[in-house]
């Protein structure tokens, strides 16, 4: 039986303004890079959208004359807060699609403490404040990593006496926090996605079949992970880069039933999207040409190679 979690309109209306909590400057900031995107994100996430932009410029939606994408491929999401994939359905660009690979953490917000002691997502601007607001329901009053706060928060640490603490602090480990079988497609809702690809599972939807494809709403068995996550062993000071993430995992995604239609195949795309257009230039008129006299005149060399009727074809090229 799925466990399904709703949440407060509060927390999905993303156009609501940001709660307002205290900045926290980590000591690792300087000469510190920290991102949320995996290792290999960028690569294999990335090519993947382009299969899936690729395959959706091939079709239209029955509303619009556009493809049904019309990005061009270095503006698609990546591992950024951007949607991954714009399609055009009743209006250009009115459908979002948050593509992923079966990959173990999807969406990740980075968490510190604030004043009062209450672990908080930080960094603005990398996920909605209504995704960020779910993430912080969930870790609640968690009681994360026994208490304690994880050393580098405190002052850098060099990767050898972090190897140390690490040992002796078997708190530090990972995490696990239950949270409901939608917790995801509410993530994804908020960022403005109606719509997941799932590579190998196919196309689901976020709350809302918005486009009436027939596709099932995105509902598994998911918690939250609570990491230390390593981002660089040594800045240009020495010290480790480091920062605690939460990130929200399917855990049985093999488990998932897959949808009828999908968004990275031209045989799996819904039925009801149709052939793009093509924009071929249409073909000039070409009278007869006048007979001319058989000399060895120049044009008559040109009549005798048959150049004139490539001329004339150069109409139906789209160059």
Not at 5 to 28: A, E, G, H, Q
Not at 108 to 130: C, F, R, S, T, Y
């Amino acid at each position: 039986m799925s466990k399904s979690i709703k949440y407060s309109r509060t927390l999905v209306d993303y156009l609501m303004p940001p709660k307002k909590t205290r900045k926290v400057k980590s000591p690792l900031a300087d000469g510190c890079p920290i991102g949320d995107a995996g290792a290999g994100c960028s690569v294999s996430g990335k090519n993947y959208e382009i299969k899936i932009a690729k395959t959706c410029k091939t079709v239209r939606s029955p509303y619009m004359e556009l493809p049904f994408n019309t990005q061009p491929m270095d503006t698609l999401g990546g591992c950024g807060a951007d949607i991954d994939i714009k399609l055009n359905w009743r209006a250009e660009s009115d459908i979002g699609v948050e593509a992923k690979r079966p990959t173990p953490d999807w969406m990740q917000m980075k968490l510190d403490k604030n004043k009062e002691g209450i672990w908080v997502g930080v960094g603005a601007g990398k996920i909605p404040p209504a995704s960020k607001m779910i993430f912080e329901t969930i870790i609640g009053a968690a009681n994360l990593f026994g208490g304690k706060t994880p050393t580098f928060l405190e002052h850098p640490v060099t990767h050898s006496e972090w190897t140390t603490i690490k040992k002796e602090t078997p708190e530090f480990k990972d995490t696990y926090i239950p949270c409901g079988d939608n917790t995801i497609s509410q993530l994804y809702k908020a960022k403005g996605c109606q719509y997941i690809q799932v590579d190998g599972k196919g196309l689901y939807h976020t709350g809302e079949d918005t486009c009436d494809f027939g596709v099932p709403y995105f509902e598994c068995p998911q918690r939250v992970r609570i990491r230390l996550k390593v981002h660089t062993r040594s800045n240009k000071k020495g010290h480790m880069c480091l920062s605690v993430m939460a990130a929200a995992q399917p855990t049985k995604l093999k488990d998932l039933k897959a949808s009828t239609y999908s968004l990275d195949a031209v045989a799996k795309l819904p039925p009801s999207l149709l052939p793009a257009k093509t924009s071929k230039t249409p073909s000039p008129k070409v009278g007869p040409s006048p007979k001319k006299k058989k000399t060895s005149s120049p044009s008559s060399v040109i009549s005798n190679n048959n150049l004139g009727t490539l001329v004339a074809g150069i109409g139906d090229l789209n160059i």
